[in-house]
């Protein structure tokens, strides 16, 4: 039995990359054919576990493999204004996995108090080869929701580098929010 966990263990090995990860969202999740035939590239088939696991695949500055969607860190932003926000999103509070060749074959997940809260805003995941079938969405969508529900962000631009120390997730606080257009 082969997991999609031991896929990606599997591809680290191959390209001599260690895997920052010890385990993985829906990592657990049985593989049982092989649909990657047409000679997709390893980045492909990683690119698919991380969206099926939640995820952001990235390199490190120590050259391994994280898959990552948010990191916590401990600094308050108060330099601030040169940053001009680009594009506030609304808390995800719906999910869909399907694929863009059928319609109907869907599998759905909502959150019904964040949607009277915020409205219908959809996560939507499709043609990730791992989740061929309407039973494999359908076992893979309850983790991904868990982990992404409620989730927004603020994407800013600098005129100049910001912060950058900063990695793919890192979440950071703002003080004197006031000052930026955030909607809440």
């Not at 263990?9 to 969202?25: H, R």
Request: some cysteine; overall charge negative; hydrophobic content about 35%.
């Amino acid at each position: 039995t082969i997991t999609l966990k031991n896929v990606l263990d599997e591809i680290c090995t191959n390209v001599s990359v260690e895997l920052v990860n010890q385990t993985i969202t829906n990592g657990d999740f049985i593989v049982d054919s092989n649909q990657f035939v047409n000679v997709e590239l390893y980045g492909d088939v990683i690119s698919s576990i991380a969206y099926i696991s939640g995820n952001f695949a990235t390199i490190t500055a120590d050259d391994k493999l994280e898959l990552v969607f948010t990191k916590p860190t401990d600094e308050i932003i108060e330099d601030y204004v040169e940053l001009d926000d680009k594009r506030d999103t609304q808390p995800i509070t719906c999910l869909s996995i399907g694929t863009s060749q059928v319609q109907g074959q869907n599998a759905v997940a909502k959150d019904d108090d964040l949607i009277q809260q915020y409205g219908e805003h959809w996560l939507v995941i499709n043609d990730v080869p791992f989740a061929y079938t309407l039973e494999k969405r359908e076992q893979l969508k309850t983790a991904i929701f868990n982990k992404v529900k409620g989730f927004g962000y603020s994407s800013f631009k600098a005129e100049y580098s910001f912060k950058p120390y900063y990695s793919l997730g890192d979440l950071v606080q703002f003080n004197k929010t006031d000052l930026l257009k955030f909607r809440n």
